[in-house]
């Protein structure tokens, strides 16, 4: 009787972790958006950047072994633009200076100082679209003015559109970004300790936007 009472108690186990699986499962795919990944099938409009889906990293060579990986973890944008007349679009951005986040408090400060960021005098980075090239299909480069430690210089950032669909959970639509793009750190009068640390700076931005 006991060897019964077991396998039936295994059976129901096995059969309750089923049906908690499937619903699981079901609900899932009731939350999942159908995204849209053809650029005209994308809502045209003004977009502002979801914060909590965001991030904003930069990496630098060091001393010729390594790249060395930071981020800014405050940083706003907007985004305007029509699927079907996309060199129209238009994008900008603010980064705050001291959100900068390199997990080394000490080197954080130094980069604050005035013969680095200098952040007590320029707060933030602004960069300001002027014209956008088509690349490919959902691909263009967003060609605009960086001001960065008081210099404004043109820059240049390839973007990828990986879709749109409307977000159940915000209610909100919502595109899926991604760019990146190089600067030089001399060009805005930040070139200390080149070529020890690396003159070009690759900057990358992973983010949604909601409309």
Known sequence: MAS?????????????????????????SWVTPK???????????EYQLDKNHAALLFKIGHLGLSTYVGRFNDFDASLSFDPN???QAKMQASVTIKSLD???????????????????????????????????DN????????????????VS???????????????????????????KRSDFDM???VPLIGDEVTLEIYAEFVK
């Open 4 to 28: 019964v009472k077991l396998v039936t108690s295994r059976a129901s186990a096995v059969l309750s972790t089923s049906l908690v699986i499937a619903l699981l499962s079901g609900c899932v």
């Open 35 to 45: 995204v849209e990944s053809e650029l005209v099938e994308l809502e045209q409009g």
């Open 85 to 87: 007349n996309m060199t």
């Open 102 to 136: 390199i997990n080394n408090a000490e080197l954080s400060e130094t980069l604050m100082g005035d013969s680095w960021f200098d952040e007590q005098r320029y707060p933030q980075a602004v960069f300001t679209s002027t014209s956008v090239t088509p690349i490919s």
């Open 139 to 154: 691909q263009f480069n967003f060609n605009g003015e960086l001001t960065l430690h008081g210099v404004t210089k043109p």
């Open 157 to 183: 950032f390839a973007a990828t559109f990986h879709g749109g669909a409307d977000n159940w959970m915000t209610g909100k639509y919502t595109l899926g970004f991604s760019a990146s793009g190089t600067i």
């Open 191 to 193: 070139g200390s300790y």
